[in-house]
């Protein structure tokens, strides 16, 4: 499955910037955790995930890890890839 991550605007729409960043797997409007969101709104990869954990749904990240592999090259001392 294909997942993006998705932003949510605050009242100002995408000129107030990223209120919190949700995944988006099958329906590009639906969040993970359920909240629906513009289709039109800014996306990233994944890979993308940590970068600003403030930001970040706890609930989407949560049940995107649930649906990842654990691949153990990926957490080798010293390398960082991603399975996205």
Known sequence: MDHQMRAEYGPR???GGVKTWHIVAEDPARAMCGR????????LSPAHWGDDPGLSCHTCGALLLRESPYLPAEHEE???????
Request: hydrophobic letters at 30%.
């Open 36 to 43: 629906e969101l513009s289709p039109e709104a800014e996306t």
């Open 13 to 15: 729409g995408a000129d």
């Open 78 to 84: 010293g390398e960082r890839r991603s399975a996205w």
